[in-house]
Structures are given as C-alpha cells and as structure tokens.
C-alpha cells in the first residue's frame, strides 16, 4: 500500500483497494480463503460501512447546524484575536480542535475552521508543513473523544464493546498523540527534514 502511493502509482484511496486485494491473496496463500470466510468478511464489511455512513449523516446536520450558527468560525476568530505565542498558539489549537471533534468529524472541522486559522498560523511564522501534519495530529485526536469520536463507533461496531469501555481504554492512545504533539513543535525537524530535502532536490 506505501509502495504504491510513495511510487506515485495509486492515490491513498486505490492503495487501500490494492490492500485488500494484498489480503485476498495472503488470505488465499495460507488457505483460510474460503467461501464462508469470504462471504462473512462481506457482510461485516457492509455492516461496519452502513453504520459509518449514518454516523457520517448525523454529523453532516451537526456540521450544517454548527456551519449556520458560526460557532466553529467564531471561536477560531476568537483565538486569532488573542496574540498568542507560538506555543500557546499551538496547545490553544490543540484544545480547541479536541473540543470541536466532540461534535464534528475531521473534514468539517477543517473546513469551518482553516479560513480563519490559517492567516494566523501564517503571521506567527509557523512553518505550513508542519502545521499540516499538527492538523492531522489533533484531528485524529479528536476522533476519539466521546460523544461524536467517529474512531470509538467505528472500533465499537468492530468490536461489539460499550462505546464507554472503547473510550476509557482510547485515553492511553490520545495522551500518546498530545506527547508527540509536543514533540513535533520541540522538535519540527521530525517533520520538516524530508520536505525539505525534496525541495532542495
């Protein structure tokens, strides 16, 4: 799957069909591919995607009710207004998209947000790589805060567990993402190097 996004052969969502058809032929190499494992495999498939999809419906009111009200946009005005040094800047971003992935997914947070963000960032000469991956960072973050952490439905329709139990024992996983937060602004060349040689390149 890396190899054939990094090789500029497939986009992220072909390299995800490539992988399962990597699993198809693993699977049929050590012969647990069967007609019942095949048909199972399906309609767990289909079960755990119909569930994405209405989770994903709710969100998108949510994020059409937030849109209108302005709420999401209003408060990233609000942070850029406060003069922030780059590191409060940085620990107010994080806080702040943690809280919006209580109610919105990913994409929307994004999209509400980034027009208003993004000048700020700019003008506290924070580096637009790294706050690239800072986004993915606390996006993914969020994604497993309850009530709406699209992550926890997801491993909750994988696993049959309470959605309680999946969030109490994500918490080692979330504190582990704000450490490597940090670590990223303590230490951007984690993220910067190898952009930056593809630029001198």
Not at 45 to 50: E, G, K, P, S, V
Not at 67 to 84: F, K, M, T
Not at 133 to 161: C, D, K, S, Y
Request: proline share 3%; aromatic share 10%.
């Amino acid at each position: 799957m890396l190899g054939s996004i990094y090789a500029g052969i497939a986009t992220a969502t072909e390299a995800a069909a490539f992988g399962v058809v990597g699993a198809l032929l693993i699977s049929g190499i050590q012969g647990s591919l069967t007609r019942k494992t095949f048909h199972d495999s399906l309609l767990g498939a289909t079960r755990l995607y119909c569930m994405i999809a209405l989770i994903l419906a709710g969100a998108a009111f949510l994020t059409l009710a937030m849109g209108y009200i302005g709420l999401p946009r209003h408060l990233a005005e609000w942070i850029g207004s406060l003069g922030l040094s780059q590191l409060a800047l940085i620990v107010a971003l994080m806080v702040f998209y943690i809280i919006l992935g209580c109610f919105l997914d990913g994409i929307s947070m994004v999209v509400l947000t980034m027009g208003v963000i993004l000048p700020t960032v700019e003008k506290a000469g924070i580096d637009l790589v790294w706050f690239g991956i800072f986004i993915v960072l606390v996006v993914e973050m969020a994604q497993i805060t309850p009530p709406v952490g699209f992550n926890l439905f997801v491993l909750q329709g994988m696993t049959g567990r309470q959605i309680t139990w999946i969030a109490r024992n994500a918490m080692p996983m979330f504190y582990l993402m704000i450490i490597a937060t940090l670590l990223l602004y303590f230490f951007p060349s984690l993220v910067t190097f190898l952009p930056h040689q593809m630029k001198l390149g």
